[in-house]
């Protein structure tokens, strides 16, 4: 990509000199008498750097930066000259996006480090762009992949919330066979947050239907998809995994838990909370044989599956963990009671350092 420079005096000597400096350094040049002449040239060319006089003719460097950002929507780095030291000039100029001021006349060597400095700046302005792009792709693709945040099934209901620290992140929640009468359900978080945290979230997600398919039953899908990990995940990543079938028909669930926090669940009328996990988390331990658990349920009992980001909070320079879901989980009336709650406790919380999924899995 060219380094295009756009340089706006109207005295013709002055814009020479800038010229003879910055062109041997490989910049590419364009010239504009004043504000108004160099708007027209923006039209049509694509510069990656503005060098701008501030007292010209027909349009000065503080009017053509008001009509740059509010009308043409730039945020191309703008460099400054002026010989004036009015501060007010100099807050109105940065606070229209001027990066720097440098005097009139200015000596070759401080030209050419600001215009570098600026440079930097466009460097980092695309990245910011192309990122945020990225991040909007990430987010639809997840989007497709994800359960919906409600579902009804065979003798059952599934509800679902997601919230990711940015707008991609490395929660897994998976709901599959959904129409069959033994579905299976997946909640998962893999190290880490973000981007990275994303993609390795879109693997692990080809990865656990694929386990799925070859295995079916929740301690062979986390044997299967352990084996997967722990050959392919970077060192140090690795996935915390509660996996649970539903057999409609027996009214049972089965689940094996890969080093996840336990869920809570209601059983019978009464709040009761899963076993600490006896196996460790995916991807460490490539021979781990993961086993399975299982309990009766029936008509009004249900299961809350969560991330640690749940519990996770950062409150006055320090983490703490947030005790609300256990009352929460205690006290709700049903399924649906619960779910409010709980979703109307996380949207309002302060202090959020992870992703955060939850998942509740409730029989009919």
């Not at 009671?337 to 955060?356: C, K, N």
Request: hydrophobic fraction near 45%.
């Amino acid at each position: 990509m060219e380094k295009t420079i756009l340089l706006i005096d109207d005295e013709r000597n002055t814009r020479k000199l800038m010229a003879m400096s910055l062109a041997p350094k490989g910049y590419v040049i364009f010239e504009a008498e004043n504000g108004a002449e160099a708007l027209k040239l923006l039209q049509g060319t694509v510069i990656s750097l503005i060098v701008s006089d501030q007292n010209m003719p027909v349009m000065d460097g503080l009017e053509f930066l008001t009509v740059l950002r509010s009308e043409l929507q730039s945020d191309i780095p703008v460099l400054m000259m002026s010989g004036d030291t009015n501060d007010d000039l100099r807050r109105r100029c940065y606070a229209l996006g001027v990066y720097d001021f440098i005097g009139k006349p200015e000596s070759a060597d401080i030209l050419l480090a600001r215009v570098e400095n600026g440079f930097k700046i466009a460097e980092l302005q695309r990245f910011h762009k192309n990122t945020k792009q990225d991040l909007k792709v990430s987010a639809a693709i997840l989007r497709r992949m994800a359960t919906p945040a409600s579902l009804r099934g065979h003798n059952y209901q599934l509800f679902t919330y997601r919230q990711s620290l940015i707008e991609v992140g490395g929660d897994i929640c998976l709901a599959l066979a959904t129409d069959t009468a033994n579905p299976v359900f997946l909640i998962g978080d893999i190290t880490g947050h973000g981007i990275s945290a994303a993609l390795f979230a879109i693997f692990v997600d080809v990865a656990v239907r694929r386990a799925y398919r070859e295995a079916l039953l929740p301690h062979k899908i986390l044997t299967r998809l352990n084996r997967e990990l722990t050959e392919y995940l970077p060192v140090n990543y690795f996935v915390s995994m509660f996996c649970v079938s539903y057999d409609a028909a027996q009214g049972v669930l089965q689940y094996a838990n890969a080093g996840h926090p336990p869920p809570h669940a209601r059983l019978a009328g009464k709040h009761v909370r899963l076993p600490t996990p006896r196996h460790p988390v995916l991807g460490v331990n490539a021979y781990e044989d993961y086993t399975a658990d299982s309990m009766a349920v029936s008509k009004g009992d249900w299961l809350l599956c969560y991330t640690d980001g749940v519990l996770d909070l950062f409150d006055h320079g320090g983490y703490k963990e947030d005790l609300r879901l256990a009352d929460i989980a205690a006290a709700g009336k049903n399924a649906a009671d619960t779910y409010a709650i709980v979703t109307e406790h996380l949207a309002a919380q302060q202090g959020i350092s992870d992703d955060r999924t939850i998942m509740l899995f409730a029989v009919d």
